[in-house]
């Protein structure tokens, strides 16, 4: 079973408006609502593709209680710690420009962040867990470290897309895979990259520090996915560029999805690609359908 763990969740409320004038009354042409957070959005897609797994983390209040039933709505099974403070209200204001307002999130108590640790201690040999986004404040800096710990003396696989000290801490205890995107694994490194070739080197470094599968996105220029084995690399779809969100998430729902049900690294890594493309070229969150449609556009060669 994969399980996907969001530790600040939150309603994402969306407002379109003609124009927007400070400190006067604005009236919204359209809105939209649904649960936001990077594993949540995992969960989604992965249920597109008809892949069984469950949502962990941290809800509270009337918000928490929206976000739950949305998911089960969707006939996503869910395991969340019920907090006392509500889940969080982000807003996305989007007039000529697209303005954003996200919310701290509940204060998180030593007990609760136990509950959770009792959950992920009921993992086993056939699940997989993957940790995703930012951790609250009111949770320790070590959260992730001691989660994936537990998964190692459970000898359940993990999946960390995360920026930063996050990713570098986790890589001794070996995850499944990670995700960074060029720019996050440029600031891992302090240097950028304006080819995907050129990231085969930094990939690797990953791999040498425990990494077991890397995937790096370089948007309109590609993506690779490196191994101790091999790495490949893969052109993108062309499309409109419609939205940036989710579309990293939507490539590590689609990486999982393909494999589990083939066990076959590079047609995972094709979906992974067409899974972001599809998500990036679209309003929300991809569909199966739209994957599968640009399916035919991702071309992989193997460069090592």
């Given at each position: 079973m994969i399980y996907t763990l969001t530790l600040n969740p939150s309603v994402d409320y969306i407002?379109?408006?003609?124009s927007f004038?400070?400190?006067?009354?604005?009236r919204s042409v359209r809105e939209a609502k649904f649960p936001g957070g990077k594993g949540i959005n995992v969960s989604r897609v992965l249920k597109q593709f008809d892949t069984g797994n469950k949502a962990l983390g941290f809800v509270g209040g009337f918000t928490g209680e929206y976000v739950e039933q949305y998911l089960q709505n969707e006939e996503i099974a869910t395991d969340f710690v019920k907090v006392a403070e509500d889940t969080r209200i982000n807003i996305k204001l989007k007039t000529e420009k697209e303005s954003e307002i996200n919310a701290k999130g509940p204060n998180i108590s030593d007990y609760d962040f136990q509950l959770l640790k009792e959950k992920i201690q009921k993992?086993?040999?056939e699940d997989l867990l993957v940790l995703a986004g930012s951790i609250p404040s009111s949770l320790p800096e070590t959260t992730y470290e001691e989660l994936v710990k537990i998964c190692g003396e459970n000898r359940a696989e993990f999946v960390v897309d995360a920026e930063g000290d996050l990713l570098k801490k986790v890589l001794p205890y070996k995850p499944f895979l990670i995700k960074p995107n060029h720019h996050e694994l440029g600031e891992l490194f302090s240097t950028?990259?304006?080819t995907a070739e050129e990231v085969i080197p930094y990939g690797k470094k990953l791999v040498d520090m425990g990494a077991k599968n890397v995937i790096v996105s370089l948007a309109d220029k590609g993506a690779v996915l490196i191994n101790e084995h091999t790495a490949y690399l893969a052109k993108v779809p062309s499309g409109e560029v419609k939205n940036s969100v989710g579309a990293g998430d939507s490539m590590v729902a689609g990486f999982l999805a393909a494999y589990e049900r083939?066990?076959?690294?590079?047609e995972a890594f094709r979906y992974s690609v067409s899974s972001g493309s599809a998500t990036a070229f679209s309003l929300g969150l991809c569909t199966k359908e739209k994957v599968e449609e640009l399916l035919t556009q991702v071309t992989i060669k193997e460069i090592l």
């Open positions: 407002v379109q408006l003609e004038q400070l400190g006067e009354l604005n993992l086993g040999s950028t990259f304006t083939t066990r076959d690294l590079k």
